[in-house]
């Protein structure tokens, strides 16, 4: 059984989230990849996260099949050590519109967009991007 540690949902709550993932064996992965598809994000979010009010609502908004595919998502990048990472824009005018968690991945041998590869190892990612 994985202790569980609640981060903030932030882009260095999320990379010591990757950090702890990280550190698990494959076996302590697939519980947190089985945790994730069946909880669905809408419960896994807010489980392993720390969300304010306004994101807890926005995120009980999302259509289901949304969350379904994110959750999938994420529990395959969970098993495949993909690495997962969270941009939160800065505040403003510039980022109205932007959706709370967007997402983006990339698999395989198409070329990465410069802004996911500089963080990302390999060909293979994960991102999400929320507003504030």
């Keep these: 059984m994985i202790k569980r540690f609640k981060y903030p949902f932030t882009a260095a709550g999320v990379g010591q989230w990757q950090a702890m993932l990280s550190g698990l064996s494959p076996v302590q992965r697939e519980e947190v990849a089985i945790r994730v598809e069946r ?27 949304l969350c379904a595919l994110w959750a999938t998502q994420i529990a395959y990048a969970i098993r495949q050590e993909i690495p997962i990472t969270l941009e939160k824009p800065e505040t403003g005018a510039q980022v109205r519109g932007v959706k709370f968690i967007e997402a983006t991945s990339q698999t395989g041998g198409m070329p990465m967009l410069a802004a996911a590869a500089e963080g990302a190892e390999g060909d293979e990612f994960l991102r999400f991007t929320i507003t504030h």
Excluded: K, S
């Design 39 to 65: 909880q669905g994000l809408q419960a896994f979010l807010p489980w392993q996260f720390i969300l304010d009010a306004e994101q807890v609502a926005y995120l009980d908004g999302l259509p289901a099949p």
